[in-house]
């Protein structure tokens, strides 16, 4: 059984930051991609942010020069360094982690940016 567990969200105003953290648990031996979408009050889930097992990473284009993401794989983990927030990031935040061929999701962060 394998688990995700996301912590780090919260209100901020615009222009602050949040680091997301997202811990996989359970019987694992290697991850392949991790990374976040995220999904706002009446829009489709989209992509923030992946990052393969290498290192390589992929960004949306609203969060490239305020989001990093990164991943320490000797403990499972995946980080969302998130500077210069707007109010349009407001989203509820889900990390990711494809495993074994499976895509698993974690429970979702709410992350709310005032103006």
């Known amino acids: 059984q394998v688990q995700l567990v996301e912590s780090g969200g919260g209100l901020v105003q615009a222009g602050g930051s949040l680091r997301l953290s997202c811990a996989a648990s359970g019987s694992i031996f290697g991850i392949g991609v991790m990374g976040w979408y995220r999904q706002a009050p009446g829009k489709q889930r989209e992509l923030v942010a992946v990052i393969t097992s290498g290192g390589v990473t992929n960004y949306a284009d609203s969060v490239k020069g305020r989001f990093t993401i990164s991943r320490d794989n000797a403990k499972n983990t995946v980080y969302l360094q998130m500077n210069s927030l707007k109010p349009e990031d407001t989203a509820l935040y889900y990390c990711?982690?494809?495993?074994?061929?499976?895509?698993?999701w974690g429970q979702g962060t709410q992350v709310t940016v005032s103006s």
């Open positions: 990711l982690a494809d495993i074994y061929a499976e895509r698993y």
